[in-house]
């Protein structure tokens, strides 16, 4: 098992980063050791790493609604303020008058990541996502790069996904 201070980890994962991983306490806001922000540029020549879906401007409204009050209307609904973690993944998002969180926008938006770009094109907003999932722990996708391309076994793989881990 994968251990950290003698401790079995969390071992997080998912599909694939927008090249590099996020720190945990920007996902689920504690901080773990193990759980750093570390290379993934693999995942960049993934099949679909970056993604491009547009929503209108009333279902980005009515589905930000259900968070809080947006404080304007539809017509006039639009995104400011944005702030990102050191990996690219959306920390802080002005939508109208509420602040929420990248993970908060992708969840109620079903977007495919926190790492996105949003613009409004008339009556409709583009979401341009890279990555998909989470972006905590190990990219599955960049695991299997590591494999495939450098040769790596299981445990380099994991150990780079999981700084200052051991398997026992």
Do not use: C
Not at 34 to 58: M, Q
Not at 68 to 85: H, K, N, P, T
Not at 114 to 133: I, L, M
Not at 151 to 167: A, C, E, I, K, R
């Amino acid at each position: 098992i994968m251990v950290y201070e003698g401790e079995p980890i969390l071992a997080v994962f998912h599909a694939q980063s927008a090249g590099k991983t996020e720190d945990s306490e920007n996902v689920w806001v504690q901080e773990i050791p193990y759980l750093r922000s570390v290379d993934s540029s693999g995942d960049l020549s993934a099949p679909d790493n970056t993604v491009t879906e547009t929503l209108s401007t009333k279902t980005v409204w009515e589905k930000l609604s259900t968070l809080g009050d947006l404080g304007v209307s539809a017509a006039e609904l639009d995104f400011s303020g944005i702030q990102r973690s050191e990996a690219g993944y959306i920390q802080q998002i002005q939508a109208g008058n509420l602040t929420l969180t990248g993970l908060e926008v992708r969840t109620a938006l079903g977007l495919r990541s926190a790492d996105f770009t949003v613009q409004r094109q008339g009556d409709d907003f583009v979401f341009t996502t890279k990555g998909y999932g989470h972006g905590a722990g190990m990219s599955q996708y960049g695991a299997a790069g590591y494999i495939a391309q450098y040769g790596w076994n299981y445990t380099q793989v994991l150990q780079h996904y999981f700084p200052g881990t051991s398997v026992v």
